[in-house]
């Protein structure tokens, strides 16, 4: 079993610089999602682990050993590629095979795995087939398999249910929690899903332009947001934000709102008129347009209709503040009470 | 309107540049018009029949770029109209390529000269005198010999010089400008660097150099046991920078992410050559194998330049048979082109060979 650890990674591509000075700890035997927007450095991170696009600068450890220059076969890891990178002369059998038969696996054994796994991912009556005769969605399944079959420490996956229907994801998705309790590894998961982040991971590793913004649990990274780009990543619709005339920023998830048609008595409460209104089924989204911004609001209420005058209102504790560094005010903050009067949810 | 007259054009320039063609290509039997051009400007160009299949090969093109325009603005309707614009090119086929080869073989029946190939007609008696002739023999023998070194030893060698000068550096972006010049170098040139380099008598390059480690000079091109090697390796030599381009080019084709894979795959270096490599560079390979095969047995300038057939005739090759007969002795025409269509036979055997026992394992 194995942890991964990154001391002071940089990397750049030529003059551009990716990354900076990255710290990160991925516990062993758990699950870690990393999301971020496009560009972030996802993959970039991923190929360092796999040892196959090295950093400028830095430690990579693993178990407390240094494996920064380390061999990747050696590594004792499992990649599926972002763009699947199956062998394209290669059979579906072959490709799953490939690794297997490198590391002089008896036949049998090969076999009975092979079977297995493609009967988990669903393509055990495609072993014959080449990977130009698949659907992108079969394809990303039998990059699945071709790491799956392998066992290893440490998966790294890149987007590996990206092209897959709803339904398939969610059954994949079960297969791979499933498949990382039964083995105990290390997974890393890349994601632009954030469902799938909140639903798969035991911890989140949140990335923007090359740097951790936040690193925790669902509950954590969710509750309590560092700073203003966890906070509106996370979260559909994402977190409301308004300015303050104190510089700070008020901020409040969408399904936190109380909307009503009288004035609340005490707190926080803001005067406002619904611009649209989508129903959902289950929930209701409303947009209300308030004199410092519009907000999202998610309520189980349908009753009101578009062009309504309302009233929404927070509670105190569901609010958050920013500063004007974009970065979390918390309660025990020296800027704490300030903001929470400006709010006005002080009592 | 105005694509009814692109079309128009199209049609009555593609059937011009077809007569023109014929004419041009005909109009020396027909006619008796000279073939040897007047003297004079416009004579020169005007007396012979050049003038009339450039003028065809022009318009043919012309006309074919036009139709295109047409077809693709949608105009096009008529069965026939891809027919017509193809014409140029097909007449063309048929009066360089097609006609030759039937003239060839036509030739073969009879007994001639250049001046006149007809003479008489003899039958098979050509095919007989050659599989009786001791010199094509040799000739054949040594020709399988050399294609059979000299293809191997090119695909061995590129390969492992792309290989060599795949990464991205520098240096090998020097090296394989390097190795593709002498690629540029006529035939006959590189034959006469190599005579020199491998001159028995005034210690050449080679000789010195040997001689220098103190081992005797050794006649390369004068004795029977190394000419034809002699020969072989200055082709390859002259070959290599090509087809290692040719490699080069395709192996860059394949993702980078597919060898990360097999690392990760615990692939080691000859299994990523042989399970990668070597199947995803395989529709290259292929058409390099026949081509170097095809260009193999038409071998002659090399040798004629380097050893003219000697010594004895240990680098004989069947090409230097065909210009030997054709135009050397006298009324041996026929025989010459009965070599010419033993040859041609030859390649084309191979070629459906290879297409037969290898076309299954190329991946495209
Ligand atoms: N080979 C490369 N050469 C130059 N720049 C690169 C290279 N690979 C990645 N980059 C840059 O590094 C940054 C991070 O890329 P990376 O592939 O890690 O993003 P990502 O988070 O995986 O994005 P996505 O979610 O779109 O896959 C991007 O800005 C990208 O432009
Ligand atoms: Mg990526």
Known sequence: ?347 | MKRMRVKFLAVSGSVLSVLLLLGGALLIKIAGISDIPQAGFPGALLGGRYFLIILGVVLGVASTCLGSTAVEGGLQKKRYFPYLLIAPAMVFLLIFVVYPILNVLFLSFFRGSVQNPTKEFVGLKNYIALSEKSQFIVSVKNTFFYAAIFVTLVIVCSLLMALWLFDDRKINKFSQTAVFTPHLIATVSCAFIWRWIMDFNDYGVLNTVLSLFGISPVPWLESSKTAMWAIIVMNVWKNIGYYTLILIAAMKNIPAEIFEAAVLDNASRTKRFFKIILPMISPQLFVTLILLTIGSFNVFDSVNAMTAGGPGSSTEVIARFIYLFAFGNVNSLGLGCSAAVFLMSIQLVLTAAYFKLLARRVHY
């Open chain 1, 1 to 347: 079993m194995a942890g991964i650890e990154f001391q002071n990674i940089c990397k750049s591509f030529g003059s551009a610089k990716v990354m900076e000075n990255l710290n990160l700890t991925i516990e062993d035997g758990k699950f870690t999602v990393l999301v971020g927007p496009s560009g972030c450095g996802k993959t970039t991170l991923l190929r360092i682990i796999a040892g196959i696009g090295p950093a400028s600068s830095g430690r990579c450890l693993m178990d407390g050993k240094d494996i920064t220059d380390l061999e990747p076969a050696k590594r004792g890891i499992a990649m599926v590629f972002q763009n699947y990178a199956l062998y394209p002369t290669m059979n579906v059998r072959e490709n799953i095979v490939f690794g297997l038969k490198n590391i002089r696996m008896p036949k049998e054994e090969r076999d009975k795995l092979v079977n297995e796994y493609s009967q988990i991912v669903g393509l055990l009556d495609q072993l014959q087939k080449s990977p130009s005769q698949l659907s992108g969605g079969q394809r990303q399944r039998v990059a699945l398999a071709r790491a799956m079959v392998k066992t290893p420490k440490i998966f790294l996956m890149d987007e590996p249910l990206s092209n897959l229907d709803a339904k398939l994801r969610v059954q994949m998705r079960g297969e791979l929690i499933e498949l990382q309790k039964r083995l105990g590894a290390t997974f890393v998961y890349v994601t632009h899903d954030q469902v799938e982040a909140m639903s798969m991971a035991d911890t989140i590793v949140l990335m923007n332009k090359g740097e951790i913004q936040q690193k925790g649990s669902p509950e954590e990274i969710y509750d309590d947001p560092n700073n203003v780009f966890t906070a509106q990543f996370i979260g559909t619709p994402p977190m409301n934000l308004l300015a303050m005339e104190n510089g700070c920023r008020l901020g409040y998830r969408p399904e936190v709102v109380r909307l009503c048609r009288e004035h609340a008595a005490a707190g926080y409460c803001a005067a406002g008129n619904i611009v649209t209104r989508e129903m959902l089924g289950s929930e209701t989204h409303y947009k209300v347009r308030l004199r410092d911004g519009d907000v999202m609001v998610k309520t189980q209420d349908k009753s009101f209709c578009a062009g309504e005058a309302v009233y929404i209102s927070v509670a105190a504790g569901d609010m958050y503040f920013f500063g004007p560094d974009e970065q979390r005010i918390r309660e025990g903050h020296a800027r704490y009470r300030e903001c929470l009067e400006a709010a006005g949810g002080a009592l």
